[in-house]
């Protein structure tokens, strides 16, 4: 029976699951090995979690802003485009009535000539 060779390349979850187990083991071993009392780790660890989330809110709201920002310049880009084609509809209009009026007085005229 012939055996399938099993290749573990290019698995996200794998990676995912590889990073997790090394981070956990790197906190458990920052833990057991710190020089200082667990009330002190405590507090460290409080206050890098107060300083991550301050830090992904700064992000968030930064990204958000950028979002807004590129939103309301794309909002004034169709605006300025809808105008642009608005008169060009109406130039357009105008074109095509002032050759509809010139035909019925071209009309007109070989109606009264006749």
């Known amino acids: 029976m012939a055996t ?15 990073l997790l ?15 200082q009392s667990g009330k002190q780790t405590r507090d460290e660890i409080e206050g890098k979690t107060i300083e991550l989330r301050d830090q992904t809110t700064k992000n968030i709201k930064k990204a ?28 357009k209009l105008v ?7 010139t035909a019925l007085d071209t009309g007109k005229t070989a109606v009264e000539a006749a």
């Open 95 to 101: 074109e095509q009535l002032d050759r509809v009026s």
């Open 21 to 35: 187990i090394g981070a956990l083991a790197g906190v458990v071993t920052m833990l057991l090995f710190a020089p």
């Open 64 to 91: 958000v802003a950028q979002v807004r920002s590129g939103t309301d310049k794309l909002t004034a880009e169709v605006q300025d485009k809808a105008v642009e084609l608005k008169q060009l509809g109406q130039d």
């Open 4 to 18: 399938k060779k099993r290749t573990f390349k290019n698995n996200p979850i794998r990676l995912l699951l590889g």
